[in-house]
């Protein structure tokens, strides 16, 4: 059964730039959401996708946007990248059909990206 | 809005001891899920344990346990047995029932195992 993957593991970039990041759910999972963990700190939420459609937004800019494929895959984009930007970009899927009270996230290894 | 506080940066324990790690959390909600992960340094984020706000029962997995206080709004974590291989980031987190998914993380606790 193959988990949450996530590529790629590695990412380099300069100010200005676009980036973007993918991930795979784990097997019969339907939804995806996005953190963003600065070093040291806890995770944040970035927003989450389900149905193809973003369907909750933590306090991100407009520069952060996402897409959900039909395959329920996942995409996070960063435009105009930021120094403060740097960070591990982690992905978690869960299974909306097994109802919201069941419902519990599994995280991939991230993607650790460095804007110099 | 919702706050995960863990005021432990760092804990260190001995092989074969156990080791409690603290939680709080602000909410006005009555039902909610509060969780513990564990990120070792391969910083995969792995599910230790979870727990229904509405259960009055703490919840426990082998040699993890909970201490869950909901009104004092205290939710810690005791391992017990503690081996090399529990050597990590944990991370207390929160989401509401009725949420679509949104977790809300703690700072972390670097726990230390020692031989």
């Known amino acids: 059964d193959a988990g949450v993957t996530q590529s790629p593991t590695h990412l380099i970039k300069t100010r200005g730039q676009q980036v973007t990041l993918r991930c795979s759910p784990k097997s019969g999972h339907d939804t995806v959401s996005w953190y963003q963990q600065a070093l040291g700190q806890g995770p944040q939420f970035i927003f989450q996708?389900?149905?193809?459609?973003?369907?909750q937004r933590g306090n991100f800019p407009d520069r952060f946007s996402g897409h959900q494929f039909p395959n329920y895959s996942s995409e996070l984009n960063v435009n105009a990248l930021l120094l403060g930007d740097s960070a591990l970009y982690l992905c978690a899927s869960s299974l909306a059909a097994s109802g919201v009270r069941r419902e519990t996230q599994y995280f991939g290894p991230g993607t650790r990206l460095l804007v110099l | 809005a919702q706050t995960v506080t863990q005021s432990q940066p760092e804990m260190s324990v001995q092989e074969a001891e156990t080791v409690t790690l603290s939680c709080t959390y602000d909410t006005s909600e009555s039902d909610y899920y509060l969780f513990w992960y564990k990120q070792p340094p391969s910083r995969q984020m792995i599910l230790v344990i979870r727990q229904e706000a509405y259960k009055q029962q703490n919840a426990t997995e082998n040699r993890f346990s909970v201490n869950f206080q909901k009104a004092a709004k205290s939710f810690s974590l005791k391992i017990s047995d503690s081996q090399l291989g529990d050597a990590a980031m944990y991370f207390c987190a929160y989401r509401k029932t009725d949420s679509w998914g949104k977790l809300q993380f703690g700072a972390g606790t670097q726990v230390v195992v020692t031989p």
């Open positions: 996708y389900y149905e193809e459609e973003e369907r």
